[in-house]
């Protein structure tokens, strides 16, 4: 079954410093997306992606963060100069089509450290 | 303001003994609400679509059914194996591609 993957699974890194966090979307899917859960909280929206652009983001999406898709695979979220409070869980997902009765389909995560 | 609420935020169960998990939520023109199983340190696994008032879906031991106003998911004769958050969540009004999460219900089966 086509599935969502992840790299790195887990990320330490010191604050201020910068990381990217790699994502394989299925490979038919056209709308990609990352959301973040700290820890005992709800998973919540960062970025929508489509057609090489932002399609919608969320007001913690600021200028600390960008999204690309580098190549026809991969999909990857930057964070520059990292905060403490940025640590978390980041989940990619993708889905066929917007509104897709199959829903939003998730990766594994990565688990971010900020130190 | 587009809000979803899960409740009980933990539900301890005994094998086999039947429950259902409350999803409700305030959102304007409601594109489909979604259910979803997430294990520890794992990401959300999709489970139904539910688009409009009445519709039910099924899966194993699972129904999810859908109202104006909120959606259950019914869980019948459950097993250790189900233990897990379930989480709810619907698209933003206006939109389809963020989904806004409930905070989960924390389901533990005991044998």
Same mark, same amino acid.
């Given at each position: 079954?086509?599935?969502?993957?992840?790299?790195? $699974?887990?990320?330490?890194?010191?604050?201020?410093?910068?990381?990217?966090?790699?994502?394989?979307? *299925?490979?038919?899917?056209?709308?990609?997306?990352?959301?973040?859960?700290?820890?005992?909280?709800?998973?919540?929206?960062?970025?929508?992606?489509?057609?090489?652009?932002? $399609?919608?983001?969320?007001?913690?999406?600021?200028?600390?963060?960008?999204?690309?898709?580098?190549?026809?695979?991969?999909?990857?979220?930057? *964070?520059?100069?990292?905060?403490?409070?940025?640590?978390?869980?980041?989940?990619?997902?993708?889905?066929?089509?917007?509104?897709?009765?199959?829903?939003?389909?998730?990766?594994?995560?990565?688990?971010?450290?900020?130190? | 303001?587009?809000?979803?609420?899960?409740?009980?935020?933990?539900?301890?169960?005994?094998?086999?003994?039947?429950?259902?998990?409350?999803?409700?939520?305030?959102?304007?023109?409601?594109?489909?609400?979604?259910?979803?199983?997430?294990?520890?340190?794992?990401?959300?696994?999709?489970?139904?679509?539910?688009?409009?008032?009445?519709?039910?879906?099924?899966?194993?031991?699972?129904?999810?059914?859908?109202?104006?106003?909120? $959606?259950?998911?019914?869980?019948?004769?459950?097993?250790?194996?189900?233990?897990?958050?379930?989480?709810?969540?619907?698209?933003?009004?206006?939109?389809?591609?963020?989904?806004?999460?409930?905070?989960?219900?924390?389901?533990?089966?005991?044998?």
């Amino acid at each position: 079954e086509p599935e969502v993957t992840q790299t790195p $699974s887990h990320q330490v890194t010191q604050m201020g410093q910068e990381v990217i966090l790699r994502c394989v979307p *299925i490979s038919n899917h056209l709308y990609f997306y990352w959301y973040r859960q700290i820890l005992g909280q709800k998973v919540e929206f960062l970025v929508s992606f489509y057609n090489n652009e932002i $399609s919608e983001k969320s007001e913690i999406f600021d200028d600390q963060f960008s999204v690309e898709r580098p190549d026809g695979s991969n999909f990857t979220l930057k *964070i520059r100069s990292t905060k403490l409070e940025d640590s978390a869980m980041y989940f990619c997902a993708s889905s066929e089509w917007k509104g897709s009765p199959e829903g939003q389909y998730f990766g594994p995560g990565t688990r971010l450290t900020v130190t | 303001e587009d809000q979803v609420t899960q409740s009980p935020e933990a539900l301890r169960l005994q094998e086999g003994e039947s429950s259902s998990l409350n999803c409700s939520y305030t959102v304007s023109g409601l594109r489909g609400l979604f259910w979803y199983r997430q294990d520890p340190g794992k990401g959300p696994e999709f489970l139904f679509t539910l688009y409009s008032a009445g519709e039910e879906k099924e899966k194993e031991r699972l129904k999810a059914t859908l109202t104006k106003k909120e $959606s259950f998911l019914h869980i019948t004769a459950p097993k250790p194996e189900d233990s897990a958050t379930y989480l709810c969540a619907v698209p933003f009004s206006g939109g389809y591609n963020k989904l806004i999460f409930g905070a989960g219900t924390r389901l533990a089966v005991h044998p």
